[in-house]
């Protein structure tokens, strides 16, 4: 059982906009930054989002992301195939002086 | 650009201590924090530690009474002991440095450790 909850798998045609969803508690996502990484079958997890809502260098601005009070999203827009991936987000708990991890999201693009 | 590398056994038994070392390039391990992370077959990640850049270490506190994070600077390379290890332990396993805002941005291409007689 994971300390952030994100549904476990989600789906959406080409084109379109998804947002996945992280919740959390005021010991993690209520009062920590919160990242978003990307992960495709055999290959290693790879930084979307960092401090809620920024991109790092080379992500495309498809993707966004918000947080508010004990919950973050994830937000991509123009769905390609090429999207299909896991995606996790992470941040501190304070309470388990802990790096916590939600349990993942499968994405199909229809 | 900062590259890490890890390596070890691939194969653990059961009851016996699993020793995974992480090389970092491109850049010094004494400047930021590194983690190690790991992920279980068809699994999630699960935070596994992490040290910082004065040697203090952290550790999930699921794992904190069988587990060792050691830094060797002058090789920059850091290493991981997960001792007395099940099938539960079974996951690949990746280094990444760890910064501000409790990212990690930089991953290793993981190392697959399955604990197995």
């Known amino acids: 059982q994971s300390v952030l909850t994100q549904p476990p798998s989600m789906s959406a045609a080409a084109g379109q906009k998804v947002t996945i969803s992280c919740s959390g508690s005021?010991?993690?996502?209520?009062?920590?930054?919160v990242s978003w990484y990307q992960q495709f079958p055999g290959t290693t997890p790879k930084l979307l989002i960092f401090d809620n809502n920024k991109r790092p260098s080379g992500i495309p601005d498809r993707f966004s992301g918000s947080k508010s009070g004990t919950s973050a999203t994830l937000g991509i827009t123009g769905l390609q195939t090429g999207d299909e991936a896991d995606y996790y987000c992470?941040?501190?708990?304070?309470?388990?002086?802990?790096?916590?991890f939600g349990g993942g999201t499968k994405l199909t693009v229809l | 650009q900062v590259q890490l590398q890890e390596s070890g056994p691939g194969l653990v038994k059961p009851s016996e201590t699993l020793s995974l070392t992480c090389t970092v390039s491109?850049?010094?391990?004494?400047?930021?924090?590194w983690s190690w992370i790991r992920q279980p077959p068809e699994k999630g990640l699960e935070w596994i530690g992490y040290f910082d850049y004065s040697g203090a270490t952290y550790y999930n506190p699921s794992l904190r009474s069988r587990l060792t994070i050691s830094v060797d600077t002058s090789k920059n390379q850091f290493s991981l002991k997960l001792s007395s290890v099940t099938a539960a332990d079974t996951a690949v396993y990746y280094c990444a440095r760890f910064l501000g805002g409790y990212r990690h941005d930089y991953w290793g291409q993981g190392t697959l450790v399955t604990v197995s007689s």
């Open positions: 992470g941040t501190w708990d304070g309470s388990l002086s802990a790096v916590v």
């Open positions: 491109g850049g010094s391990i004494t400047t930021y924090f």
């Open positions: 005021t010991s993690n996502i209520g009062n920590n930054y």
